[in-house]
């Protein structure tokens, strides 16, 4: 009687983490949301409004079963390359650290342009890792034949491995830009279930949303020093009641995030709650404050304290 060897099963699927960097305010929440398929980070046209590494999930399932591919974007904070304060030292350690254990890299900058913050960014972006060069905005260029020269010096900077012009907004970009990375994603099992869009809980992700009205709705006026910790949040069955307190700096911060008569707090909590509604698919009530802690950005303790990793 012969003894029968297990043989391993070939893996047909795909899986793998693609880390999307750049300066701040670039577009890379919006570029994540558009892969997704769904907001899992916030955006503002305000700069350094990611400060978390956040972990959007795209499954795109293939036409035989135990086929398809399974993208894990990592959306990063913009290298922080003007304030020295340990916020952003704590939000360039977290770039450093994603960029370690992924297998591509989409190294985004506005069509047509590239920065002094550009080149810093792009000089700490590992050798040995696939980097594609995403061109977004490309809406915005007027002149498209101005493209190309910009593109010659691209090339003179690194040897990219894609080049890849595109709006996030357009779909057919963003199916595009899905179809090139795939091949880059080593076949493995996925790492999470097919309908999963972030590794971020309900409760992370309510404290983000309410910093996105925050920053979206005092548009220029509050320094970016200001962030939201949640003090309760509760479920019952399609419920959610969620107290957050809005931390800043300054008493004259509360008093521009407050309004006359409380109109713009009541603003914020207002788009929050109905942002969360749709995301949760749930009924909330959201109770919202404003507390001064000075110092807080520069302070190791109230950092951990207020979630930074």
């Known amino acids: 009687m012969t003894e029968e060897t297990s043989q391993p099963q070939e893996t047909h699927t795909r899986c793998g983490l693609v880390a999307i960097v750049g300066r701040p305010n670039v577009g890379k929440s919006t570029l994540l949301n558009a892969l997704v398929g769904q907001k899992v ?79 810093k960014v792009l000089a700490l972006l590992p050798e040995h890792k696939p980097v594609l060069l995403v061109a977004n905005k490309l809406d915005a260029v007027v002149k498209r034949e101005a493209m190309l020269p910009w593109l010659k010096q691209m090339q003179e900077r690194r040897n990219f491995t894609e080049f890849v012009p595109m709006s996030a907004r ?46 979206r709705l005092t548009g220029d006026e509050l320094p970016y020093s200001c962030t939201v910790v949640l003090d309760k949040y509760e479920e019952e069955g399609r419920l959610r009641r969620i107290s957050a307190s809005i931390v800043v700096d300054r008493d004259a911060h509360k008093g521009m995030i407050i309004g006359a008569q409380g109109e713009r707090l009541k603003r914020i909590g207002s788009e929050a709650r109905q942002d969360l509604e749709r995301l949760m698919d749930a009924k909330v009530f959201l109770e919202l404050w404003v507390k001064v802690r000075s110092g807080w950005a520069d302070s190791e303790e109230h950092l951990r304290s207020y979630g930074y990793e």
Do not use: C
């Open 41 to 119: 980070s916030i955006t503002s046209s305000k700069a350094q409004t990611t400060r978390h590494r956040i972990t959007g999930v795209r499954t795109l399932p293939g036409e035989q079963p135990g086929s398809g591919a399974q993208f894990v974007f990592v959306d990063t904070p913009g290298f922080q390359t003007r304030h020295a304060t340990a916020l952003n030292r704590n939000l360039n350690r977290t770039v450093q650290s994603v960029l370690s254990d992924v297998d591509a890299v989409l190294f985004l900058v506005e069509a047509g342009k590239f920065t002094l913050d550009d080149a």
């Open 170 to 215: 357009r779909a057919a970009d963003v199916q595009r830009l899905l179809g090139i990375v795939e091949p880059m994603l080593p076949l493995q099992p996925w790492f999470y279930e097919e309908d999963a869009l972030t590794d971020r809980s309900e409760r992370f992700l309510a404290s983000e949303i309410i910093r996105e009205k925050l920053f």
